[in-house]
């Protein structure tokens, strides 16, 4: 497996290739303005040009496979946005691999917002069990003042294995107010689970 990209250095075209493990940089001879450079060329230019090419050589390469494994990735490394964002800065990344990156960051941003709202969610919802909890046993009593110890269920009289449920569930916007929770026998609560009144019926 290898690849071959076309590149221009100071006008001067040549060839970078990787094939079976190895790197080879190649120029065409025959080319008119590789035969005009090296022609016309003196040591000192030709030093330049080859010490600008093998300054750039790893980063030139490393861009290059990087291309070719960048769409297999299944399980990117933890530095993952980071190298995406070096390999997009060099020079030698084509302007689809760019979109390619940009794509993939959004769509790391998109996960990255979505992990920092379910952590947000979830730190609340352990915030407001934890004051129901504190709570739960003057709402209980409120609640058996109200409508007596008994399921609230309209085909139901049961007085045992009473818990409490909330009207409209704490997912679908209700809450711990005691005009939105109700006593239910453990069996209608779990019918009901997280569904609205309407949905019920």
Same mark, same amino acid.
């Not at 980063?59 to 997009?88: K, Q, S, T, Y």
């Not at 609640?143 to 269920?153: K, M, Q, S, T, Y």
């Given at each position: 497996?290898?690849?071959?990209?076309?590149?221009?250095?100071?006008?001067?075209?040549?060839? &970078?290739?990787?094939?079976?493990?190895?790197?080879?940089?190649?120029?065409?001879?025959?080319?008119?303005?590789?035969?005009?450079?090296? =022609? +016309?060329?003196?040591?000192?230019? &030709?030093?330049?040009?080859? +010490? =600008?090419?093998?300054?750039?050589?790893?980063?030139?390469?490393? &861009?290059?496979?990087?291309?070719?494994?960048?769409?297999?990735?299944?399980?990117?490394?933890?530095?993952?946005?980071?190298?995406?964002?070096?390999?997009?800065?060099?020079?030698?990344?084509?302007?689809?691999?760019?979109?390619?990156?940009?794509?993939?960051?959004?769509?790391?941003?998109?996960?990255?917002?979505?992990?920092?709202?379910?952590?947000?969610?979830?730190?609340?919802?352990?915030?407001?069990?934890?004051?129901?909890?504190?709570?739960?046993?003057? #709402?209980?009593?409120?609640?058996?003042?109200?409508?007596?110890? &008994?399921?609230?269920?309209?085909?139901?009289?049961?007085?045992?294995?009473? =818990?409490?449920?909330?009207?409209?569930?704490?997912?679908?916007?209700? =809450?711990?107010?005691?005009?939105?929770?109700?006593?239910?026998?453990?069996?209608?609560?779990?019918?009901?689970?997280?569904? #609205?009144?309407?949905?019920?019926?």
């Amino acid at each position: 497996m290898g690849w071959k990209r076309d590149l221009r250095l100071r006008d001067i075209p040549f060839s &970078v290739l990787s094939e079976f493990g190895g790197r080879y940089l190649c120029f065409d001879i025959n080319t008119p303005a590789v035969k005009e450079f090296l =022609t +016309s060329a003196s040591n000192e230019e &030709v030093k330049i040009l080859l +010490s =600008t090419i093998i300054a750039d050589f790893d980063e030139m390469f490393e &861009v290059f496979d990087f291309e070719c494994w960048f769409w297999d990735v299944r399980n990117p490394p933890d530095n993952w946005e980071e190298e995406l964002l070096r390999i997009r800065a060099s020079k030698y990344a084509s302007d689809s691999l760019r979109r390619s990156i940009d794509d993939k960051l959004e769509e790391l941003q998109s996960a990255k917002r979505k992990r920092v709202e379910q952590d947000v969610k979830k730190k609340l919802v352990a915030k407001r069990r934890k004051e129901f909890q504190s709570n739960r046993d003057y #709402l209980l009593l409120a609640l058996i003042e109200r409508d007596g110890w &008994v399921c609230n269920h309209p085909d139901c009289d049961s007085q045992e294995d009473l =818990t409490i449920d909330h009207v409209i569930p704490l997912s679908k916007g209700g =809450t711990d107010e005691l005009g939105n929770l109700q006593l239910l026998c453990r069996y209608h609560n779990s019918l009901k689970n997280d569904k #609205l009144p309407s949905e019920c019926a």
